[in-house]
Every structure is written in C-alpha cells, then in structure tokens.
C-alpha cells in the first residue's frame, strides 16, 4: 500500500487541477457567454417573457397569477381570506397560490383524505360562482398544478367563466368568446402537450379593453 | 384528434428524433473514444492537468483517478454551498445549513440531483451555475467514461490498460456535452427558457397584487440537467416549473435530451466492441422496457384510481394544463428509466399504480435506457447474467463478446448486482423503524406514506434524484442517510464495473464457434428483458406490496 501513496498523491494533484480548469470552462465561461447569446437574440424570451398593459408590467405570460380580492374575513391566523374576483377569469387553485419564488405542487396521495376534500370544496366554490350545476366544473379547476404556477386552464374551464366575465364586465358573451377562442392554443403542431387557454394573456386582453 | 392518437403521435415523433440522430451521434462518440489525436484545447487542459494523455491506465488507476477526481468534487461543491454567503451572486441568501451542504454536494457529485432544499430559497446564483452545473456536466461524463472503459474490457484484450481517465474525461466534456449544450441552450431560450443573473423582476398584476418573478441562468443548466440525466431543478417546481419547460414542445425537447446519450451509446457499444448487431440487441431490452413502462403509466393515469382522482375527474393533481396526463407520463417514465429524476409533474400525485411505474423502473437499476454511461454499463452487467445463466441451463461455458466469463467476473457481476438493493432495502428498513424519520412522511393516511420513504431511499440508491416530494427530507437522518446511499449507490458499483473491465481485457479472446450462443438475437433479447426484470422483481416485489400494491390493488 505504501508503495502506492506517490501515485494517489499525484492523483489528487490532476484531480485539483482538473477541477479548477473545468470549473472555469463550464462555471464561468459557459453560463456567462450564453447569457449574453440569449440576451442578445432572444431579450424577451431570456427576461421571462414580461407582458405589459397601458405600458406598466403586469406579469410573465409562462407564469400564473391568482385573480383575487379580500373577502373581508380573516382566517384563524388573521391572514385576510382571499376569494375570486368576478370580474376576471380564474385559474387554478396553487399549492404556492401563485407565490413565484416558492414553486411546487401539493404532493398529496391519490388516495388523500385533505386532497379529497379540498377538491369537493373547490367544486363547490366554482360551480357556486359560475352559477352552474357542480358537474360541469372540469378537473382542472379542482386540481392544484404540479409548478404552482401553471398560467393555463383548459378550454372547459375557460368557457365555464365566459358568462360570468362578460356579466360582471358589462360586456356582451360574444365578445368575451372571441377573447377567449383568440388566446386558445391547440396542440402544438396538433399533437404535443394539451389544448389550453392562458389565463394572463387572457386577463391581460381583459384589462386592456378598459 | 382523439386524446390517445395525439399522445402515441407525440411517443412517435419522440422515437423519430432519436432514431434519426442514432448512427450519426453513435458513430461520433465511438470516434471520440477511439480517435488518438488531441484537439488542441485538449492539450492546453493537459497541460495544466500535467497528464500525458498518451499514458494508458490500469482498471485500478483508472478507478483511483475518477475517485480522487470525484472526492474532490463533492469537497469544492460542500465549500462552495457553506460559503456562499460571502460570495458574489448569492442574492442575500445564508450559507448552506452543513448537513443540507452534505447531502447537496453527494448528490450532485453521484448524478443524483435530489433536492431536499426549495432552490429559490437557498441556492444563489453563483453556487447554481458555478458550483451545481459544473458537476451536472463532470458527473454525466464520469458515468460516460466508466461505461467507455467496460466497452474497452470487452474489445480489448491481453491488455491490463482500460485507457486514460483524464482524456476520456476531458474528451467527454468538450467534444460530447459542451457542444450539445450549447446548441441546447439557445433552442431553450428561443422556446422561452429564461437565461438572466436578475435576483427577481417584481411586476404588478392587473389585480393589484406584486409578484417577484425569478431569475437565473436557467436555459443554461436545464440542458445539462436533462443531457447529463442529472434532473436538479434550478427551481423547486423542476421541469414542471413555466421557466423551465415551458410548452409542449420544449417537454418534448428535453426528453429527447435526457434519452440522447443513452440510447446513442449502444451504437458507440456495438462499433467499438466491431458488432453493430450486439448494439442493436441491447438497445431493443431497453426500448422494450421502456415503451411497456410509457404504456402501463400512461394507462394507469387516464384510468384515474384514487379517491381524490375520481372525485377531481382526472389524475391533473400536480400536473400542468400545458403537459396533461401523456406528455407527463412520458416524462415520468423517461425521466426514471435514466438516472435523470428531473420531473415535469408531481410523481406523489399520481395515482397508486401509476406512481408505482416510475417507481419500479428505477428500480430495475436505470438500464432502460438508463444514465449517461450507468444505463449502458448496467445493462452490459445483467448481459453478463443472462449470459451465464444461459450458460447454466445449457451446460455451456459462458461466454459474451468472445469473452468467458469465469468465476472472478462472475463474482464482480455479484456484487454489482447486489449494491444497489441493500443499500435501498436496508435504508428504508431503517427509516421506518426511527420515529424522526417516519414524522417525515405527508401522506400518513395509506401505504402511499411508505412509498415515499421507499421512493426516496430507491430514488438515492440509483442515482436517480426524483421524490414523492410530499417526504420532508430535509432533516439530519434523511441528508445523511442519503448522501451516505447515493455516494455508495454510485461508487461502489463504479469500481466493480471497471475491475469487471480490468478482468475482461486481459484475457485471450475465445473463438466464436457453433456452440457460442448468440447474443443478438430476438432469443438473447427476450432473455435479457427476462433477467432484467425477474433480479428486480424478485428482490423488491416484498417491499412494492407494502407501498403501490397495496394502496392500488
């Protein structure tokens, strides 16, 4: 064994400079000059895809915000209870709601007492504010997203909130509609992912019409 | 479109892209294994390694250098997290808590990636692309390396030199991942990935509300972290998270990535060891595996078991509007059958059997397609098995690739085999029985709370890194007993695969001869999907009854 402490020791020598080397390649040089690649083609993009209304920034489009106001009542901890505000569209409930620096999901079972009855709670609350029978309220709209952060719901729960938006905004139920159908993505390039209706984008069109 | 031809279009288009970059990325890796020029950026690096690259090494110097190399990976990344306070680019945030720092540095060091830290809340820039992308490109490439060395045991021969870890190393970085990732990157950020050092945008919503949006060099790493098989999120959402995937085809896109290297590597296999069919037949176990697990997931999922699936009206808990249920299950299954861990939904949340699929395809070991080099040098190990025990019903010598296969590399295989299950079966059979740790698990109410403590300890054991996230792992136990499985989980099979390789190239190489079975053949396929599957089954099926089965039975 003693005969073999030199070379160990000499390994350990390559192994320091090799780490120091690759270190300044791959956690210097590369994320500093991609940064500057994908500042410099795609500055939107790189910056979080920031969307404006009346030239103040008001989101991302990649990340969901909660359309909420103060109900009024305070919860057992005296934080304010926050309910949907009418006169937006909603989307889906958050495990973060929608806190964009602690992303996550729920992590609850399938088989979870809390998630089952979360669920029947937030069915109760949506049919109650679209005004519709609670059968009709799509399973997005009772599940929390695995980001926290999702800003899509699916075409269902998007046309489940068009009377409601276009009544709270005085604004005619075709209108709304076209709103919706325009921001409605289908499947990339017809079958990738899941068809879906960005709710910032949406509520972004909303604000804009005043 | 129906549901289920979008989704088998979109497995379709997946299985397209790599087929239509298997020979020539195949065929480019083998060259840079095998090509004995430098580039001359790679004789400036050994230089100042002070290596000769034309110096080849014993199995057991070869080992000791990536040991070394390693060591003093998961030392740098330990300091880097405990100091980062007072370093640039930390955002404010504190150092890293010492026992959190342990865990983080073995994970990243053994291509692990598990997180037990929210990222947002504890890892600043500087440590992120400084420290944890680094090693998301070093762990990737010492993974390649080993299974270079093990294809070198099999086509070399009267030899004791496997070839130079330094060069295979460095070959690695800058002629495979580096391009890749740069290309990665910019495709990345033109699909929308951020790539920015901003320590959060605050914007304020048309209701009033402010929310700090974060920031990061996050394009730059997601590619690494899926072409590596590595899977630590830049944030805590992973690949779920908008910043990171987001859209239906940048999911797709980093599948692809996760699955590139793998599956390439069988072409490098077969061109190297100078049988293309040999290549082919293990990259047919592997893609059978695979397309069976994307198929039971995806099933399972649509089915939609579970109280709360049912009352919901589909399995969309933890999954994005964007993905839906197939484009989640095929990242799922990807992201279990490589060491990558990486998800794009909450695995916790899915329903009993489906959760159980990625469960159970890690613990086949990752051979389907399996890690950056781990998949390919698992995969050749239960080869080896299913040679011999071919050879046992048969009464023949075992023999594979013109290689026999005797008592020593039978013992190797052993051990290899064995490793990773004690360390899985032994660490959960502990945790259960501490209190601490069971006051770990979220779902206390069904055996899903065992399926996250064996979901953890399978998810470190192979290297994988994805969670039933509902686990608070966070404590001492857990940051100890993981780092201490996933160090393990990795090393100690690296050594016996490259003494395996050491065994192998010494020996004379034996003439092919009419009783030679046959290793590429729809028969030796089907017997290594056997073998696969029955060394798993037989050794986790008492512990997936206690957790999948029977909450979903």
């Known amino acids: 064994m003693a005969s073999n402490l030199p070379g160990s020791v000499r390994q350990f020598g390559v192994a320091l400079r090799a780490l120091l080397v690759f270190t300044a390649i791959l956690g210097i040089v590369y994320p500093l000059v991609m940064t500057g690649v994908a500042q410099a083609l795609f500055h939107g993009n790189a910056n979080g895809s920031i969307i404006k209304v009346n030239g103040k920034e008001v989101a991302s489009d990649l990340i969901g915000q909660a359309y909420t106001m103060d109900s009024g009542k305070k919860d057992s901890d005296g934080k304010a209870i926050m309910v949907a505000d009418p006169t937006w569209f909603q989307t889906r409930p958050s495990a973060s709601d929608y806190d964009a620096k602690a992303s996550g999901g729920s992590n609850l079972g399938p088989n979870n007492a809390d998630l089952l009855a979360a669920i029947e709670e937030r069915r109760k609350t949506v049919a109650a504010l679209e005004g519709v029978d609670p059968s009709q309220v799509p399973p997005d709209a009772v599940t929390a997203s695995g980001s926290g952060l999702d800003p899509n719901i699916s075409p269902a729960y998007a046309a489940l909130q068009v009377n409601r938006v276009a009544r709270e905004r005085s604004l005619s139920v075709e209108q709304v509609q076209k709103l919706v159908k325009d921001i409605t993505e289908g499947r990339t390039l017809g079958f990738l992912g899941e068809p879906r209706v960005n709710v910032v984008k949406l509520n972004a069109a909303l604000a804009a019409l005043g | 479109m129906s549901d289920t031809a979008a989704g088998l279009l979109q497995v379709g288009l997946l299985l397209a892209c790599l087929a239509a970059v298997y020979r020539p990325f195949g065929g480019y890796m083998a060259r840079v294994y095998t090509s004995d020029k430098d580039l001359r950026i790679e004789r400036a690096t050994y230089k100042l390694f002070g290596v000769d690259s034309k110096v080849d090494q014993t199995w ?115 002629r495979v991942l580096l391009p890749i990732a740069v290309i990665g990157t910019v495709a990345l950020v033109a699909m929308g990935v951020v790539q920015n050092f901003s320590g959060g945008h605050e914007v304020t919503s048309v209701v009033g509300q402010t929310q700090t949006l974060p920031g990061g060099t996050v394009a730059s790493q997601e590619v690494i972290k899926e072409l590596g098989t590595n899977g630590g999120g830049y944030y805590n959402a992973n690949s779920a998270h908008p910043f990171e995937n987001p859209n239906p085809l ?15 590597l069988t072409r490098t296999f077969g061109l190297m060891v100078k049988d293309k069919r040999q290549g082919y037949a293990i990259l ?4 059978t595996i695979w397309s069976a697990f994307v198929v039971l997931a995806t099933l399972f999922e649509v089915q939609g078991a579970g109280s709360a699936t049912q009352a919901a009206g589909a399995a969309m808990e933890g999954k994005e509007t964007r993905f839906g249920e197939w484009a989640s299950t095929l990242f799922a299954v990807s992201t279990t059958g490589t060491s990558t861990g ?3 939904s909450m695995h916790d949340s899915f329903t009993p059997l489906g959760g159980g699929v990625p469960l159970f395809h890690m613990m086949l070991g990752e051979v389907t397609p399996g890690g950056t080099g781990t998949g390919l040098y698992g995969m050749l190990i239960l080869a080896v098995l299913a040679v011999f025990v071919a050879g046992l019903m048969v009464g023949r010598t075992p023999e594979y690739l013109k290689k026999k296969i005797t008592a ?30 069971r006051a770990s698990i979220l779902n206390t109410d069904s055996p899903h709370g065992f399926s996250e403590v064996l979901y953890a300890f399978t998810s470190a054991g192979n290297n994988n890194g994805s969670a039933f996230a509902g686990i608070s792992a ?8 993981l780092g201490l499985v996933m160090l393990l989980g990795r090393f100690v099979p ?52 206690l957790g999948p089965l029977a909450e979903g039975l």
């Not at chain 2, 070394?68 to 330990?78: Q, T």
């Not at chain 2, 990222?119 to 299974?147: C, D, K, R, T």
Request: aromatic share 10%; glycine share 6%.
């Open chain 2, 60 to 174: 057991a110097v070869y080992a000791r250098s990536l040991i070394a190399f390693s060591a003093l990976s998961v030392v740098l990344l330990y300091l880097l997290q405990r100091l980062q306070h007072w370093l640039p680019l930390s955002l404010g945030l504190p150092n890293v808590e010492s026992g959190l720092a342990f865990n983080t540095a073995a994970s990243f060091v053994s291509n692990t990636n598990w997180q037990s830290y929210v990222p947002e809340a504890v890892m600043g820039h500087l440590v992120q692309f400084a420290g944890l992308a680094v090693q998301n490109f070093l762990s990737a490439a010492v993974g390649i390396v080993v299974a270079i060395a093990l294809i070198r045991g099999f086509s070399r021969s009267r030899t004791d030199r496997l070839g130079n870890f330094w060069v295979d190393l460095t070959r690695t970085v800058l």
């Open chain 2, 474 to 481: 966070n404590i001492p136990f857990y940051n100890t007993a």
């Open chain 2, 250 to 264: 940048s999911n797709l896109f980093e599948i692809f990535l996760l699955l590139v290297i793998p599956v390439c």
């Open chain 2, 284 to 287: 047919g176990v592997m893609a």
């Open chain 2, 494 to 545: 690296i050594v016996f695969a490259l003494a395996l390789a050491g065994s192998l190239a010494r020996q004379h190489p034996v003439p092919v001869t009419p009783g030679t079975l046959p290793t590429h053949k729809a028969l030796f396929v089907t017997m290594l999907v056997g073998v696969v599957l029955i060394v798993t089954g037989l050794t986790y099926f008492p512990a997936l009854t």
């Open chain 2, 342 to 344: 990486a998800v794009n």
């Open chain 2, 408 to 437: 020593r590399e039978m013992k190797l295989v052993s051990l290899y085999i064995l490793t990773t299950p004690t360390l899985v079966l032994v660490g959960t059979s502990i945790a259960m029985g501490l209190a601490t740790a």
